[in-house]
């Protein structure tokens, strides 16, 4: 798997996120994508993310995605969502296999706040349903995420309620914090998640299963504070590309770095590795 954040240019301004504050212009174009994309099918990567950023404020995002589609890559593309009615109809021809929405709250003064963007729920809320308005057989699958932090805790088990008989999937994120990060947001209160409060939120969920991810998160949380330890494969089974000069791996959540990649070669040449 490969993970693409193809711009820092956002049209949200997230609080627990530093991404859209980053002043760097600088982005890879749509013939080093291509480039990348061959690369990747030599290396046998079968799962491809562009996230961002805002992915769909690139004018050329579209062939973008199809130039890994049409390797036979499986495209998840992880969008904010306030661009996805103008181009729902497109969306379906992409070539992506899954687009992943961003709703951080169940109802819409929740969201907006923590997204910064005010009467964003509602535009969001009709590109959800403008993508999901064509069949199933001629569109991507359509997931609706939650990153869950201190101030949308309470909001878990509506946020499932609302969403799980209308997208095709919902998935809940807990927001992380790390010193070393590199869009992690500043707002300390935003990191502090109470596991009694997220347990009874769980409650007649399947996020309530014992061998479920957020099951394993809770037993962590309970215990030490914070997300569970794991073995990191970054670089073996998951890299991250985004624009400028270093980057946290895996999931631009921990401390590995990897620089800015340039020369596509069988090599893998890498910029700034440390």
């Given at each position: ?5 193809v ?5 949200c301004?997230?609080?627990?996120c530093?991404?859209?504050?980053d002043?760097?212009k600088?982005?890879?174009t749509?013939e ?15 799962l491809v993310s ?6 769909l404020?690139?004018e ?11 390797y ?6 992880c969008?904010?969502g306030l661009?996805?009615?103008k ?5 379906t ?10 709703v ?7 969201h ?22 064509f ?8 997931r609706?995420?939650?990153?869950i932090s ?7 088990g509506?946020?499932?309620r ?7 999937d ?14 992690a ?8 998640l ?9 409650t ?10 957020m ?8 215990q030490?504070?914070t997300?569970?330890?794991?073995r990191?494969?970054a670089?073996?089974s ?6 400028g ?9 921990y401390?590995?770095r990897i620089?800015?990649k ?13």
């Amino acid at each position: 798997m490969a993970e693409l954040d193809v711009t820092y240019r956002c049209d949200c301004r997230c609080q627990m996120c530093q991404r859209w504050q980053d002043p760097r212009k600088e982005e890879m174009t749509l013939e080093e994508y291509g480039r990348l994309a061959e690369e990747f099918q030599h290396m046998g990567v079968h799962l491809v993310s562009i996230a961002g950023g805002e992915p769909l404020m690139r004018e050329d995002i579209f062939p973008i995605i199809k130039g890994f589609s049409r390797y036979g890559m499986a495209v998840n593309l992880c969008t904010n969502g306030l661009l996805l009615e103008k181009y729902a109809e497109q969306m379906t021809t992409s070539g992506a296999s899954c687009i992943t929405v961003s709703v951080d709250g169940a109802v819409a003064r929740t969201h907006d706040k923590i997204r910064g963007a005010p009467g964003s729920y509602e535009r969001i809320e009709r590109g959800i349903l403008s993508v999901l308005s064509f069949p199933a057989s001629n569109r991507p699958m359509l997931r609706v995420r939650m990153t869950i932090s201190g101030q949308n805790l309470g909001e878990v088990g509506p946020f499932y309620r609302r969403w799980h008989h209308v997208a095709d999937d919902v998935l809940l994120q807990p927001v992380h914090r790390c010193p070393d990060a590199f869009y992690a947001g500043q707002d300390r209160n935003l990191f502090q998640l109470d596991p009694q409060l997220l347990t009874q939120q769980l409650t007649g969920t399947p996020f309530q299963k014992r061998n479920g991810y957020m099951h394993k998160f809770l037993l962590s949380l309970r215990q030490c504070g914070t997300f569970p330890e794991h073995r990191c494969y970054a670089g073996c089974s998951w890299c991250v590309w985004i624009p400028g000069e270093r980057l946290p791996l895996p999931g631009a959540a921990y401390l590995y770095r990897i620089g800015k990649k340039r020369k596509f070669s069988k090599g893998m040449e890498f910029r700034g590795f440390q």
